[in-house]
């Protein structure tokens, strides 16, 4: 009697564990705040606060994804923080150029093609605070996965420059707190903005820890991500661009992370993935001119998460980057979203 008891308890205990294994394994984080929305870029401005509103509406309103869904608090990143992957200079031509400006006035970045208002710098430092945040708590093994809501976006900004609508370079400094805080060795960026990513190529083309792919249009604004661009010094091979041509899609975005990013994965071996997630390259967008669809996103997003799981645990964030008509955005979040809550 006895015994049968005990089995009853330890089967009881298992059974439980598995749940909360499950549980974990299913629970996504979405790293938002209404204060991204006071980086104000002015009228008709295409990187504008509605972009994130009809995403975070739709997303609270989705029956199959609410159960899934965690939505952390979390606090502007620190100058230590920034300066992992900014100069400090440059960090101080940010707050001194959005201090400048009054309330509800716009200006330029004197560095590049950024419009800045006053809250600019603090929602900036806001963004980079949620991606670390969620490498923070996928790290302590609390969820698997997140996707971060964020503006302004980050990776045309180099180290000393903001330029393309990005002040802080998120991704970067989120790949470098993880290799500082949390010992990581092989950080994957897997971008497929419209653009290509020429501040996160920058900050680590001579660097053999963190390996950046970008798929994305040419010709086409920043004009660099030549597949002849690979890296320089140790650097060299671990940086992969890939060049679409306009109207290319779904077909050509899969065989290029099947053909090209699965084989190299499997020699680098990531121990982390880190996706900057434009869905400019949406079919319709208002800036790009290629064609995918939320189910191109999708099945992408499976992709990516069978590197991640064969090599990192399933350790995966998403950080919002470019995309400019709302609706596009909205479908293909709530497509990536269901892939990473295996709904
Ligand atoms: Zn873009």
């Known amino acids: 009697m006895k015994i049968l008891f005990l089995s009853i308890i330890l089967l009881f205990t298992a059974n439980s564990l598995i749940a909360e294994n499950l549980n974990k394994k299913n629970k996504v984080a979405v790293m938002y705040s209404d204060q991204f929305l006071l980086h104000d870029t002015g009228k008709n401005h295409p990187e504008n606060p509605s972009r994130l509103l ?70 900036a430092r806001l963004a980079v605070g949620a991606g670390i945040k969620a490498v923070d708590m996928i790290m302590s093994e609390e969820i698997n996965s997140a996707f971060a809501l964020v503006r302004p976006p980050g990776h045309h900004a180099t180290a000393s420059r903001g330029m393309g609508f990005c002040i802080y370079n998120n991704v970067a400094i989120v790949a470098r707190h993880l290799q500082q805080q949390h010992d990581l060795k092989k950080i994957l960026i897997v971008d497929f903005d419209v653009h290509h990513g020429n501040g996160t190529q920058d900050i680590f083309y001579e660097d053999n820890s963190v390996f950046y792919f970008s798929v994305h249009q040419h010709p086409f604004y920043p004009q660099s991500g030549r597949p002849t661009e690979k890296g320089i010094g140790k650097g060299k091979g671990f940086t992969l661009n890939v060049d679409l041509p306009k109207g290319s899609g779904n077909k050509e975005l899969l065989n290029t992370f099947k053909n090209q990013l699965k084989p190299a994965m499997d020699k680098f071996k990531p121990e982390f993935v880190l996706v900057s997630a434009g869905f400019d390259a949406h079919e319709g967008d208002l800036l790009g001119q290629l064609n995918y669809t939320s189910t191109g996103y999708k099945q992408t997003a499976l992709i990516l998460k069978d590197i991640a799981e064969k090599y990192a645990l399933g350790r995966t964030l998403y950080m919002l980057e470019g995309g400019y008509v709302a609706k596009n955005i909205s479908q293909s979040v709530n497509e990536i979203l269901g892939v990473l809550a295996n709904k």
Request: aromatic residues 8%; without cysteine.
């Open 54 to 123: 009809s995403v975070v509406e739709d997303l609270i309103s989705n029956p199959l994804l609410k159960p899934y869904l965690i939505w952390p608090k979390f606090t502007p990143a620190t100058t230590d923080q920034l300066q992992l992957a900014h100069t400090k200079s440059y960090i101080k031509t940010v707050e001194l150029e959005t201090d400048l400006l009054k309330n509800n006035s716009i200006s330029y970045l004197s560095t590049g093609d950024t419009v800045i208002s006053k809250q600019s710098n603090h929602v």
